[in-house]
């Protein structure tokens, strides 16, 4: 028994990570068995044929594809405000000291730390005091707010770790405070950056609670999916799910790869 001991001593952080991994992929299959499916009824709960007629024809259910393109033009407009924003005030905190500091600090946290409901119900009625219509530009704010956060942290962490002396060799080389921005620090600080923005994507698109809140009669792709659900899951909405699961696998190995190309250059 001492043999078997040592060795589950010594690979159990593997396994462990492997379990957990497992627990975290396990779902994933099984939307991208089920989008091969022909169910009979209603339900996409039940293998019945394969069939690939979902993939063939994936906008077939009406209003599926609105819904996720409008998904994706509001993901790709809330990334762009929350990171242009956030990237701006992760360096102001990270580089400058003023009066209020430690509060400004605690308000960007306060996102990350409460409820979405809370969040939702804020802007919900905030939107309804001031009148404005409910629909794409409200969907849009409430997004680049609750994004806004996540992209703060992410810059603000790689900004703080990057050292001073770089800008200042650029400095004493005659560089202008421009060229010194976009060729030392921006490319510094671009990891910090690309990693906010891409969360502040998958955050935007896949949100639902923020979204229902503040979206008046404007139906989002997981409005769809959480409407469709109580009538019966078109196998289409599992297509969409296999194919933006594939799609980040193959960005991040993608990204690793380059990641890994450069470290073994250097």
């Not at 159990?12 to 009824?41: C, D, E, R």
């Not at 009625?125 to 942290?153: D, K, P, Q, Y």
């Amino acid at each position: 028994m001492a043999a078997p001991l040592r060795w589950l001593r010594r690979h159990l952080v593997v396994i462990a990570a492997a379990l957990v991994l497992a627990y975290m992929i396990i779902p994933n299959l099984v939307v991208i068995v089920y989008s091969f499916n022909k169910p009979t009824g209603r339900f996409n709960y039940t293998l019945n044929h394969f069939s690939t007629d979902a993939w063939q024809h994936p906008c077939d259910v009406a209003g599926m594809c609105d819904a996720l393109g409008l998904s994706l033009q509001i993901g790709v407009y809330a990334t762009v405000g929350a990171t242009v924003l956030g990237t701006m005030i992760a360096f102001a905190l990270a580089r400058y000291r003023f009066r209020g500091r430690p509060f400004v600090n605690a308000l960007i946290f306060m996102p990350m730390a409460m409820p979405e409901i809370v969040m939702a119900a804020s802007l919900g009625t905030l939107f309804l005091n001031t009148r404005v219509e409910f629909g794409f530009w409200t969907i849009l704010i409430a997004h680049i707010m609750f994004c806004l956060s996540f992209v703060v942290t992410a810059v603000k962490a790689r900004v703080a770790s990057m050292d001073p002396r770089l800008e200042q060799a650029a400095q004493d080389l005659y560089a202008t405070p421009t060229q010194t921005f976009l060729r030392i620090t921006l490319p510094l600080a671009a990891p910090g950056i690309a990693a906010g923005a891409l969360l502040s994507f998958a955050l935007s698109f896949d949100d639902f609670v923020i979204t229902q809140f503040n979206s008046g009669s404007t139906v989002t792709f997981p409005m769809f999916v959480w409407g469709s659900a109580q009538r019966g899951t078109p196998v289409q909405v599992n297509v969409i799910g296999t194919a933006m699961f594939l799609t980040a696998v193959v960005l991040t190995a993608g990204g690793q790869w380059i990641a890994n190309r450069r470290r073994a250059r250097a």
